[in-house]
């Protein structure tokens, strides 16, 4: 700083308080005082002091004046003048100021002393408001006090008046009561029943008051009053129109009774409905919370319902017993009259009450109870398995499901008919036993049962003739106009779409072949399936399927006797045949019932208590041994007979038998075709295991291959007869001959391979003259074309000599279907 030049120190001064960038800005305050202390120091005097300088100097000139002086005292007194006087000039400014305080000190005295008279005055007027306050509000508070009081007073007296209120109104509820004008079908009557009401629900709630308990007695004999007013007015209401039937019902003779019973009945009590309508809707009002008002309903409807039931019982009962004597005409013509009743009294009671009571269901199970008690005895002796089979479908479908289901009216005929249902499936389903039992397992068939393959011959000789009967007419019909054939094209239009659509249970397609006929079917698989269909819809599904399940087997059973007696008199061809046949239409026909044909059957096992007896044998000295090794209890432990469970599966089993038939027809049929064949292969094998170096002849190779070609040409179109007459299904017949086939080619083959690896010659083989199974494959087919050519009779039946038309075997082939061609 010190090497700055003033200039430049003047420059920065200058720039403290420039107004772009001031170096060191000064507030306002700070300003005055700088200019202040300038004016000081410039000697320059503030205007008020300058005015009192220059009135002091004026007086110090006058007193500065020197006098003529004389001496030294008198100059000392100048002196001393002048010395007061400046001193004086220079306390001037204090002295004014000084006095200019004490004026305002005497202005603040005078000012204190008026705010102190001020606050003197102001306390005594607040002590003053104090007392007169202090009293107003000693004033307020009693009158709020004698306010309340007159307040608490006033309650007290109505609360007094309020209570004496239910104490005074005993004489006055009685007077109106004992009334001779007072009605019991009155709104005056039920009001004062309300307040009777009110006044024992008053005194049952204030039992600490004096005398309520004998005030509640007297309210109590009141009520009990007006009840037996109301039961009174009740019981004569119900006599009169219960004398007015049973008046008309002696004018009237038993058919117009029964005939018109129920109009009777029900328009006498509906015209007095009206008179008990009100009556009873109070009573159902009270009766909630009330419970002798309850009782009295109770009462109430049993007195109706014992009204009702003097003369509705008895036309009822008489109604059953004039029913017909065709057990389901009559089932139908009781449920129908039993469900028009109940309709009719559910009504008219719901025109006096409106909610049912445990009377209404005892006195419409008393109504039904008839119809069990009728018919009952009629069931149990019934041996009709479709008149049971009908029962139950009237009584499950058309009355429980149709009728009782859907109204609640109808619950006690429910209840009569499910009781009747069960008798009637229980009688169903013993019968259905004693049924299957002797017409299915014990059935002896006639000769014309087991007339097999000569019945399938005759009906499809009868087919072929009505057929040819159709064309003929058909060419016939050729010839008439274009609107009769239009006509024709929409017939056959219907006939195709009612071919189209899924046959029934037990019922044949349109164009089925004799052996798919129902009456052509076995009777005991025919009786079998009509059982089960009756069943089906009557029974439940628990009980239906135990009871299908022994169908099922009993006719399995019976149709594997026949099979076993149509063997003995024709050939094992037409048994199997027979049997593969009626097992695929009892597979078939059971299909649409969609139940489970499986019952649990429990058993128990005792091969356990054979072994616990025979270890008792071997131990006779431990038998009354003290320890562990009691002979006689280890017998009690291990000798329990085991509870074992099996599933018994009808579908099973019938699919089980087939298989079984099938498996024994492919190896009979194969036997036929192929049996010196097969002989030829077990001796080779019994020769290889006890003589291999021994040789076989090659011409006696060549006999066993050539019988085999003659009976596979003598006898395949037979087979394939058989198989189209008795199965009449190219696809089951394809599926059935295919495995045949492949056994035939089989010992062919088998040959072959022998005559290869047994060490023959060409020359050997020249004379064996064994096919290959290429050539076995085209035999077989020639042979089968031959059925195709010319009649085939089946197999095992001889061809009489008549002179009787041949039947036509393109068009028997064509109704039945022949089996195609094996490749």
């Not at 076993?564 to 239409?585: M, R, V």
């Not at 009892?586 to 429990?602: G, H, M, N, S, W």
Request: with cysteine.
């Amino acid at each position: 700083m010190d090497n700055m030049s003033l200039k430049e120190i003047q420059t920065k001064l200058l720039q403290w308080e420039t107004s772009d960038n001031p170096l060191a800005s000064l507030t306002s305050n700070q300003r005055e005082a700088i200019l202040d202390l300038e004016s000081l120091l410039l000697g320059i005097t503030p205007e008020y002091e300058q005015q009192e300088k220059t009135e002091i100097c004026s007086e110090q000139e006058e007193g500065t004046t020197m006098p003529e002086i004389e001496n030294t005292f008198e100059f000392l007194d100048w002196y001393e003048q002048l010395n007061e006087t400046s001193v004086k000039a220079d306390d001037a400014p204090y002295e004014a100021y000084y006095k200019q305080l004490e004026d305002r000190r005497n202005e603040c005295v005078s000012l204190t002393d008026q705010i102190k008279a001020t606050m003197t005055d102001l306390n005594k007027l607040s002590e003053e408001y104090n007392l007169v306050s202090n009293k107003t509000n000693a004033l307020h508070t009693m009158s709020e006090q004698l306010l309340a009081d007159q307040t608490k007073l006033s309650d007290i007296g109505d609360n007094i008046k309020q209570k004496l209120h239910y104490f005074t109104q005993v004489e006055h509820l009685s007077q109106r009561l004992n009334s001779p004008t007072m009605s019991v079908n009155s709104e005056a009557f039920f009001k004062v029943l309300a307040k009777i009401d009110e006044c024992l629900d008053y005194m049952r709630s204030h039992s600490n008051f004096k005398e309520s308990h004998t005030f509640l007695v007297k309210y109590r004999h009141l009520q009990n009053r007006g009840i037996s007013l109301i039961r009174s007015y009740i019981i004569l209401v119900l006599n009169q129109a219960t004398e007015q039937v049973l008046i008309t019902e002696e004018d009237s003779n038993d058919q117009e009774t029964m005939d018109t019973a129920y109009a009777v009945y029900f328009g006498k009590f509906q015209a007095v409905a009206p008179k008990l309508r009100m009556v009873i809707d109070e009573i159902e009002k009270r009766a909630e919370n009330n419970e002798e008002y309850a009782t009295l309903l109770g009462e109430a409807q049993r007195e109706y319902l014992s009204r009702r039931g003097e003369g509705a019982g008895r036309a009822a009962g008489a109604a059953l017993r004039a029913a017909g004597r065709e057990h389901c005409a009559a089932l139908r013509a009781a449920c129908s009259l039993l469900a028009l009743a109940c309709r009719d009294e559910w009504a008219l009671y719901s025109n006096l009450f409106s909610q049912p009571s445990p009377a209404l269901h005892e006195y419409l199970q008393s109504l039904c109870t008839g119809l069990y008690e009728q018919l009952r005895p009629q069931i149990i002796h019934i041996n009709h398995l479709e008149t049971l089979a009908e029962l139950c479908v009237i009584l499950r479908i058309e009355v429980i499901e149709e009728q009782v289901n859907n109204d609640p009216a109808l619950g006690a005929l429910g209840l009569a008919a499910r009781a009747l249902l069960q008798d009637a499936q229980e009688r169903l389903v013993f019968r259905a036993h004693v049924h299957l039992r002797r017409d299915v397992l014990l059935y002896r068939a006639a000769p014309g049962d087991l007339a097999y393959p000569d019945k399938l011959q005759m009906m499809e000789e009868i087919a072929l003739s009505i057929q040819e009967q159709s064309l003929k007419r058909s060419d016939s019909r050729n010839s008439m106009v274009s609107d009769v054939s239009a006509t024709s094209q929409e017939v056959a239009n219907i006939n195709s779409e009612a071919q189209r659509r899924p046959s029934a249970p037990l019922a044949a397609p349109p164009n089925a072949s004799p052996a798919d006929l129902h009456g052509m079917w076995y009777p005991a698989v025919r009786r079998t399936l009509a059982a089960l269909s009756r069943l089906y819809r009557c029974l439940e599904k628990r009980v239906f399927q135990g009871l299908a399940q022994e169908a099922i087997s009993l006719c399995v059973q019976s149709v594997d006797n026949a099979a076993k007696q149509i063997s003995a008199t024709k050939t094992n061809i037409d048994g199997e045949l027979f049997q593969i046949k009626h097992l695929l239409i009892l597979r078939e026909q059971i299909a649409p019932f969609q139940v489970d044909f499986v019952i649990k059957e429990t058993t128990l096992d005792f091969s356990n208590m054979k072994n616990a007896a025979y270890g008792l044998m071997q131990k006779p000295r431990q038998i009354f041994s003290l320890n562990s090794n009691n002979a006689l209890l280890e017998f009690l432990l291990e000798g329990t007979p085991m509870v074992r469970e099996h599933l018994l599966d009808s579908r099973k089993e019938v699919d089980r038998q087939l298989k079984n038939c099938c498996e024994m027809f492919i190896k009979h049929a194969t036997e036929i075709l192929a049996g010196p064949l097969a002989v030829f292969i077990e001796k080779v094998q019994a020769q290889s295991s006890d003589n291999p170096k021994e040789k076989i002849l090659p011409e006696e190779i060549a006999v066993a291959v050539k019988e085999a070609q003659k009976l596979i040409k003598a006898h395949l179109a037979p087979l394939q007869r058989s198989m189209q007459l008795y199965l009449a299904n190219k696809e089951t017949e394809f599926i059935l001959f295919r495995p045949i086939r492949n056994n035939v080619v089989g010992y062919f083959i088998q040959v072959e391979q022998f005559l290869n690896n047994s060490g023959y010659t060409y020359e050997d083989n020249l004379i064996v003259a064994c096919p290959t199974p290429e050539q076995v494959s085209v035999f077989i087919s020639s042979a089968s074309l031959i059925s195709h050519n010319e009649p085939v009779l089946p197999y095992g039946k001889k061809r009489k000599t008549s002179t009787a038309r041949k039947p036509n075997v393109a068009k028997i082939e064509e109704n039945v279907g022949a089996s195609n061609p094996v490749p």
